[in-house]
């Protein structure tokens, strides 16, 4: 499974960014996909999750409210809208999926999220 994502930027504080992930190399409705980011110093956070249909979403109390993860099948594409940004937002985002419960299998590139204040 191959994960392209893409929509990072800098932006100001209380703006939005759209995060897209493309996926390719397996069906893309037999997986679970993600959200991951990491900020520097820090450890790696899960932000985001859905299930394979889409009609089960999963948010870190850090994000939850403020962000939205979706899923176009169709697209073979996970989003992630993120409203209300702060700086504490700052850091690479990372999209994964894994074909069922456990861990996470594949990973995406990164895409870096700044918010100014």
């Known amino acids: 499974v191959q994960l392209q994502a893409s929509g990072g930027g800098l932006v100001q504080v209380g703006g939005s960014l759209r995060l897209s992930c493309a996926a390719s190399?397996?069906?893309?409705?037999?997986?679970?996909m993600g959200w991951f980011r990491q900020a520097p110093g820090k450890e790696r956070e899960r932000i985001a999750a859905i299930t394979r249909g889409g009609s089960i979403t999963d948010y870190a109390d850090s994000v939850k409210g403020r962000f939205t993860i979706s899923r176009d099948n169709a697209k073979n594409t996970v989003y992630l809208q993120m409203n209300s940004l702060k700086p504490e937002d700052t850091a690479v985002y990372y999209c994964?999926?894994?074909?069922?419960?456990?861990?996470?299998?594949?990973w995406g590139q990164g895409t870096q999220v700044t918010v100014s204040s």
């Open positions: 994964a999926a894994k074909p069922g419960p456990g861990e996470y299998a594949y």
């Open positions: 190399g397996r069906t893309f409705s037999t997986l679970y």
